[in-house]
């Protein structure tokens, strides 16, 4: 991959922070006048030595008033320059990171058997390195081309034969950009691999705690996890080694630059032949006065400096090209879920469900459902039976909208008998009408209300209290007592309590439920049974369990797709 291929890749995220280009011009205007009143002020206070010691005359009032101006403005542009960039620092962050989750949101990852740990790794280290990139290396790299602009057109108009050397040796500066620069991306490339893995690694472990513990993992791990950051360890010393003669090459030029700007300077003065000692300051003996000298010097460093410092930064780009195309594949992923041109409203009063010829395949296997048609009035409570991989949860998710069907329809189905496609409906609508608690339903780190009051508005503490004693929750939690990471203090009859508990505090009018029963003990099995039994709406409840299936008006069976030609379909 090229530099030119990395800044494309580096390019395509843009569209995604299109509410932040102000905000980025800005940065590069204040970042760009900072860097000029630097630049300003060094070829001031040059001139000034140059004059003094040439010609013997001190600064005049009008010198001193234009540094102490470049002083102050100077310091007020450090000041807001690093102000804008820490604000759109966290404004990047925080874009990029709700674009991944508004991506991920329309697309769920569990149809397509994608790691989790290398999501999180994208949503958190990829997207945090790519935050300084937009916020700060954008700004840096247009200000130091336009310092460098601005300084060769003073120095070629001040001397055009200082100016060509300039120009010669910022092209030898951008040149060294492409020395080794192969093999420096490779070892980038390379070292965010490495360090991408280590950290799905991490997340791995981290969310696997019990099993860890509970199988004597940790010491393999720690083994693992020490042999991993050996590995990425000497990709990074070779990384650097490798900037570090690039580096030492760059010196080189700039120093040969500023030789070469001091020779033609000298030359263009008559110092070099004499002519500027027998000739007064401008006169015919030199082209060039002797007292600009510093000054014309102090330009060209600057000049070449802001090339060195844009050929540096872009020599270390190579290493969030990866990071880039990740964030990049998350964000533009295809939607599983389709958005209405016209989102219609959620139709009033009591809801049924309606399944009409529904075909589903996960990515890549054999059609979980084929054809499959089901129907529930307003207010029923039907079950799901059937083996494993029948397909029972992929038809509570297709009635949850988490997928689309690839063929037929979902439609949510009035008191009048008339449906509604889910595909046609307005998103938050349908989200307050129905709600899904699903056997791996997870509790957010947090108090039980914030947990309860997820995805809902507010509630007094009173029903919340009411709702807790509803599912049998409030002899041993209460509403400010912390879950912690995953609720990992509760049982799984805890969780299932809690999570039903938060469904049913949105009031829907379908209720889909999913194995919530099927590791939990008779009695518990038995209390969430009933406050299902208990909901007065429509339930769509997956099970394998005869207890929990037993207190359903009726049960759908739903046939292996091996054995469909020779099982019923309804039970």
């Not at 705690?209 to 996890?225: C, K």
């Not at 030199?286 to 930064?313: D, F, K, Q, Y």
Request: hydrophobic share 50%.
């Amino acid at each position: 991959m090229s530099t030119l291929s990395a800044l494309r890749a580096l390019r395509g995220l843009l569209p995604a922070l299109r509410p932040e280009w102000r905000g980025m011009l800005w940065s590069y205007l204040v970042g760009t006048a900072s860097a000029l009143a630097l630049a300003a002020l060094t070829v001031l206070t040059a001139w000034a030595v140059g004059r003094a010691v040439v010609e013997g005359e001190p600064p005049g009032p009008a010198w001193w008033t234009a540094v102490i101006g470049l002083v102050v403005l100077r310091t007020v542009l450090t000041w807001q320059e690093m102000d804008v960039s820490h604000a759109l620092a966290y404004r990047v962050l925080a874009r990029l990171r709700m674009a991944l989750f508004d991506a991920y949101a329309r697309s769920v990852p569990g149809r397509r058997r994608e790691h989790s740990g290398r999501a999180a790794t994208v949503a958190m280290g990829d997207i945090e390195k790519l935050e300084f990139f937009y916020a700060h290396t954008v700004a840096q790299l247009g200000a130091s081309a336009t310092v460098f602009l601005a300084a060769l057109a003073t120095a070629t108009a001040l001397l055009p034969e200082a100016g060509a050397v300039m120009l010669v040796g910022s092209a030898a500066v951008a040149a060294s950009a492409f020395a080794w620069a192969r093999t420096a991306r490779r070892l980038g490339e390379e070292e965010q691999r490495e360090r991408s893995a280590l950290s799905a690694r991490m997340v791995d472990a981290l969310g696997a705690l019990r099993e860890v513990l509970a199988y004597g993992l940790a010491p393999r791990i720690v083994d693992e996890t020490d042999a991993a950051t050996a590995g990425a360890v000497v990709t990074t010393r070779r990384r650097e080694l490798v900037e570090q003669l690039v580096t030492a090459l760059r010196e080189l030029i700039v120093t040969a630059v500023v030789i070469g700007v001091i020779a033609v300077s000298a030359s263009a003065a008559g110092v070099l032949s004499g002519a500027g000692a027998a000739a007064p300051p401008g006169g015919a003996g030199a082209a060039l006065s002797p007292a600009l000298l510093p000054a014309l010097v102090a330009l060209a460093v600057a000049g070449v400096a802001a090339t060195t410092e844009a050929a540096t930064t872009l020599t270390r780009l190579h290493p969030l090209v990866a990071g880039a195309d990740r964030v990049a594949a998350g964000i533009n992923r295809p939607p599983v879920v389709s958005e209405p041109t016209a989102a219609r409203e959620v139709p009033r009063g009591p809801l049924g469900l309606r399944f009409r010829q529904v075909d589903f395949a996960y990515d890549g296997r054999e059609p979980v459902l084929a054809s499959w048609s089901a129907e529930l009035a307003p207010g029923e409570h039907v079950g799901l039976a059937g083996p494993s991989g029948a397909g029972k949860s992929t038809a509570v998710a297709l009635a949850a909208r988490l997928w689309d069907p690839a063929a037929g329809a979902v439609e949510l189905v009035g008191a009048d008998g008339r449906g509604v496609a889910l595909s046609d409906l307005d998103d938050a609508g349908l989200r307050g009408a129905v709600a899904l608690v699903d056997q791996d339903a997870t509790l957010f780190h947090g108090t039980v209300r914030e947990n309860l009051l997820r995805g809902s508005g507010p509630r007094p503490d009173a029903e919340l209290a009411a709702l807790l004693e509803r599912v049998g929750a409030d002899g041993w939690i209460g509403l400010d007592d912390d879950l912690g990471e995953s609720g990992v203090r509760l049982s799984g009859g805890q969780r299932a309590r809690l999570c039903l508990a938060r469904a049913l505090v949105r009031e829907p009018r379908v209720l889909l439920v999913d194995e919530v029963t099927a590791s939990l003990d008779p009695a518990t099995e038995r209390a969430i049974s009933d406050v299902i039994a208990d909901y007065d709406g429509t339930v769509l409840i997956a099970s394998h369990r005869a207890q929990t299936l037993a207190r359903c008006d009726r049960v759908i069976g739903i046939a292996a797709p091996a054995d469909r030609d020779r099982q019923p379909g309804l039970l």
